[in-house]
């Protein structure tokens, strides 16, 4: 720690000293960080003048809310963009005449440390920013709240795996040492963070606690606390298209269960618009184009067809089979474990397998998202294992252009670890070993090895007769009824995105969202939020 931030933290530690700087120094109520609320600042006045005669309307009779019944509901956000967004979707909430409580920690950088002082100024700027908002909503900062003297041992195991998690996350690695700077950092703030939370959340009567992601940082810990305490908690994150959210009632969004959306819906056979829609995404993904609501593009070129392919690869007519992987770090395989310690190992022993046997070609396809990583790669984990590899495996790295596709054409056999490539590839009449715990295994259209054992003996099966091991009919049809259900059902409508949030406010402002149109499209998935049980079943999903 420097010589100021030494400094700074002994000046955050005396009362009233930052309280009196903010006075003098930031009478416009601004604060020149990284920790930025400045356009929320600008919207928050008119978004609550917005708000105000909904929330009124919402209250008809003696006190019944026109809208649902009326719930105490926490919103918890950390990091200014979450607490850009868990401010206005707490004043649409209480809009619809819930009363809610916006909890915040007014961290900046969740992976480098702060000093007390710093700290402090922050959260007086959080709460100048957001006090036009406190005739609607109960406000508070973790920095008020006195913590818990202790936590169970659950918790205390629970918030060493969220710590864990943090860096992972941050340093896009799945080996952690326990013994860094950023580790230690994470577990310390986790820890205060859950005994702040435990402390609250046990003083507080509340109907549901809503915190995006769940899985990371403090959004972790509150998600681990509530539930310990047996609150009804939401969690929500976002898909790639604009207006729409992926949402999960008790339980991690980022595990993406469905469930209950495939109880529902997945004996329904689909209709001819259902199953153009999914045929037309298909397309685009597999023609490098964007597809909907979404700028994403899946590949990094348009499909040359299987021979170029072969061409380009050098492949010749063995059986061939494809490993897919996912982005190292991504928070959407964090804890995905069954039976490998990590994805890299899941990677390593499997090429150490294919190295022996040069009867069989193997692909591996690192992910095109790990364009956009800076920490180690999938690459690394291959190298790892063979530093140099033989004839038969051949490395297709995030940026080489080559599209996946295509490979799919020659594929005999599919290996992934989660990501929904192996779903596409069922949907191609290839049969499929899913390593890892993701939303689509156990559908009955893949093969879900339990044990190193099992996956290395179905490895063996399926290459001693290729044909035998193809998805029937049936199954390929349900894959590609389960990819509707997913891409198109399991996302629910909402009008605002983290990313290019403002953007989305530009064209959703509250009176808007809480107006007739905006009921129409968004007020199912609000009263999800406040956790009304989602009717799968119900017919607005026939679209």
């Known amino acids: 720690?420097?010589?100021?931030?030494?400094?700074?933290?002994?000046?955050?530690?005396?009362?009233?000293?930052?309280?009196?700087?903010?006075?003098?120094?930031?009478?416009?109520?601004?604060?020149?960080?990284?920790?930025?609320?400045?356009?929320?600042?600008?919207?928050?006045?008119?978004?609550?003048?917005?708000?105000?005669?909904?929330?009124?309307?919402?209250?008809?009779?003696?006190?019944?809310?026109?809208?649902?019944?009326?719930?105490?509901?926490?919103?918890?956000?950390?990091?200014?963009?979450?607490?850009e967004e868990g401010a206005l979707i707490s004043l649409a909430l209480a809009g619809f005449g819930h009363k809610v409580t916006f909890a915040y920690s007014p961290i900046s950088e969740y992976d480098k440390p702060v000093n007390a002082f710093d700290l402090r100024r922050q959260d007086l700027y959080t709460r100048a920013v957001l006090e036009p908002a406190r005739s609607l909503m109960e406000i508070v900062s973790l920095l008020d709240i006195h913590p818990a003297k202790s936590l169970p041992s659950e918790l205390e195991s629970a918030v060493r795996q969220i710590s864990t998690y943090d860096v992972q996350y941050r340093l896009e690695v799945e080996e952690v040492d326990t013994e860094s700077e950023l580790y230690r950092l994470r577990l310390e703030r986790n820890t205060l963070a859950a005994r702040l939370a435990l402390a609250w959340l046990k003083a507080h009567r509340l109907d549901v606690v809503i915190i995006p992601n769940g899985v990371v940082v403090e959004l972790g810990v509150v998600f681990q606390v509530a539930r310990y305490l047996g609150l009804p908690v939401v969690t929500y994150e976002f898909s790639e298209e604009r207006e729409q959210l992926w949402l999960s009632q008790g339980e991690e969004i980022m595990h993406l269960n469905t469930d209950d959306l495939w109880q529902a819906r997945g004996h329904l056979q689909l209709n001819d618009e259902q199953r153009a829609l999914i045929e037309a995404l298909e397309t685009a993904r597999q023609g490098a184009r964007s597809f909907g609501k979404s700028d994403r593009l899946w590949q990094e070129v348009p499909t040359q067809g299987s021979l170029q392919a072969r061409i380009a690869l050098g492949l010749d007519f063995r059986p061939l089979v494809l490993l897919a992987t996912n982005v190292l770090g991504d928070s959407l395989i964090l804890?995905?474990?069954?039976?490998?310690?990590?994805?890299?190992?899941?990677?390593?022993?499997?090429?150490?397998?294919?190295?022996?046997?040069?009867?069989?070609?193997?692909?591996?396809?690192?992910?095109?998202?790990?364009?956009?990583?800076?920490?180690?790669?999938?690459?690394?984990?291959?190298?790892?294992?063979?530093?140099?590899?033989?004839?038969?495996?051949?490395?297709?790295?995030?940026?080489?252009?080559?599209?996946?596709y295509d490979l799919m054409e020659l594929t005999n056999l599919g290996l992934v670890y989660v990501t929904t490539t192996g779903l596409e590839m069922v949907m191609r009449g290839i049969?499929?070993?899913?390593?890892?715990?993701?939303?689509?295994?156990?559908?009955?259209?893949t093969l879900d090895p339990n044990t190193w054992d099992e996956y290395f003996r179905m490895i063996e099966n399926v290459l001693a007769n290729p044909g035998q091991h193809r998805p029937g009919r049936e199954q390929v049809e349900s894959a590609w009824n389960y990819a509707y259900r997913f891409f198109f059902e399991y996302p629910r409508p909402f009008p605002w995105r983290l990313y290019?949030?403002?953007?989305?406010?530009?064209?959703?402002?509250?009176?808007?969202?809480?107006?007739?149109?905006?009921?129409a499209q968004f007020g199912a998935t609000f009263r999800y939020l406040a956790s009304e049980p989602i009717e799968w079943s119900n017919h607005e999903l026939e679209r």
């Not at 809480?514 to 009921?519: D, M, P």
Request: aromatic letters at 10%; glycine letters at 6%; one cysteine or more.
């Open 1 to 83: 720690m420097s010589a100021k931030d030494s400094v700074k933290n002994l000046l955050g530690e005396i009362p009233l000293v930052p309280d009196l700087y903010w006075r003098l120094r930031h009478r416009k109520r601004t604060i020149r960080s990284h920790y930025n609320l400045n356009n929320l600042q600008a919207a928050l006045p008119q978004a609550c003048a917005q708000v105000k005669p909904f929330a009124a309307a919402a209250l008809a009779g003696n006190g019944s809310p026109k809208y649902g019944y009326h719930k105490r509901i926490l919103v918890f956000g950390t990091l200014h963009f979450w607490i």
């Open 335 to 404: 804890g995905r474990e069954i039976f490998t310690r990590s994805m890299a190992e899941w990677i390593g022993r499997t090429v150490q397998f294919f190295a022996k046997r040069p009867d069989v070609q193997l692909v591996i396809r690192i992910h095109p998202g790990e364009k956009y990583t800076h920490g180690a790669t999938m690459v690394d984990a291959v190298q790892s294992a063979l530093p140099t590899l033989p004839e038969n495996i051949h490395l297709i790295e995030a940026l080489d252009k080559v599209n996946t």
């Open 431 to 445: 049969p499929v070993i899913v390593a890892g715990k993701t939303h689509f295994r156990a559908r009955g259209f």
């Open 500 to 519: 290019q949030f403002w953007k989305d406010y530009e064209k959703w402002p509250l009176t808007r969202v809480l107006g007739e149109e905006g009921q």
